[in-house]
């Protein structure tokens, strides 16, 4: 079945420390997103990816940083910079090359990262 | 005024029930709507995906847009335990980012 596979599903960072999200599609799409999902506060954008190598900032980009070295995979680094990274993390993607389009997100189901 | 609005909830219906969920939004460039179901600790799932005004009928799902007064609506029928979930609207315009709503959280009660 084709789908989004996010790893791991819960996740722990100690301060100072790095981590990344792994997030995986096997739909041959090639429009790629991570949001952030907070209680109350709904799904906010933090980057997005149109094609290999193009990443583009989204709305709470700092802290954050992400790669496309594959249009399968689309890994996003919680840095030490992000002073509050406790929050429900989720990766979708679309059929189209536009991120900006009409056309509907597909979603894994998230990473919860916690601070140790 | 936000972009869109969404009652947070909780609502809670007896099972059996029909329940109505609705969203309202500001930006009449808004073309094409979407409806996703977010089980607790899963990611958001596609219900329905809507263009323009009119009805759309999946099953238990009726979706419903009216771009006159800028409202949608989700109902669904014969409600049961299982559709116990969190739903979260969504809209954009012909080119520009998806917008979600903060989601509504549903519980139904057997």
């Known amino acids: ?116 | 005024q936000k972009e869109v609005e969404q009652d947070p909830g909780p609502l809670s219906v007896p099972e059996g029930a029909i329940v109505s969920l609705n969203c309202t939004y500001s930006n009449s460039a808004f073309q094409y709507f979407m409806w996703y179901r977010q089980y607790s600790r899963k990611g958001p799932e596609l219900l329905m995906y809507t263009y323009s005004s009119g009805n759309k009928e999946d099953g238990r799902f009726t979706a419903q847009v009216d771009k006159s007064s800028k409202y949608i609506s989700l109902f669904i029928r014969d409600s049961q335990p299982s559709d116990s979930a969190t739903y979260l609207c969504a809209m954009s315009a012909w080119v520009g980012k998806i917008i979600f709503g903060k989601g509504t959280r549903l519980h139904i009660l057997p």
């Open chain 1, 1 to 116: 079945d084709g789908g989004i596979t996010q790893s791991p599903k819960y996740l722990f960072r100690k301060e100072g420390q790095n981590v990344t999200l792994s997030c995986e599609q096997n739909l041959n799409h090639d429009a790629m997103y991570w949001y952030r999902q907070d209680p109350g506060q709904g799904l906010r954008l933090i980057y997005y990816s149109q094609i290999v190598n193009d990443f583009q900032k989204g709305d709470i980009a700092e802290g954050y940083s992400v790669s496309r070295e594959k249009k399968e995979s689309f890994p996003l680094t919680v840095t030490s910079a992000q002073k509050n990274p406790t929050a429900f993390y989720l990766c979708a993607s679309t059929s189209t090359r536009w991120a900006y389009s009409n056309q509907p997100q597909h979603f894994g189901d998230g990473t919860r990262l916690s601070i140790l």
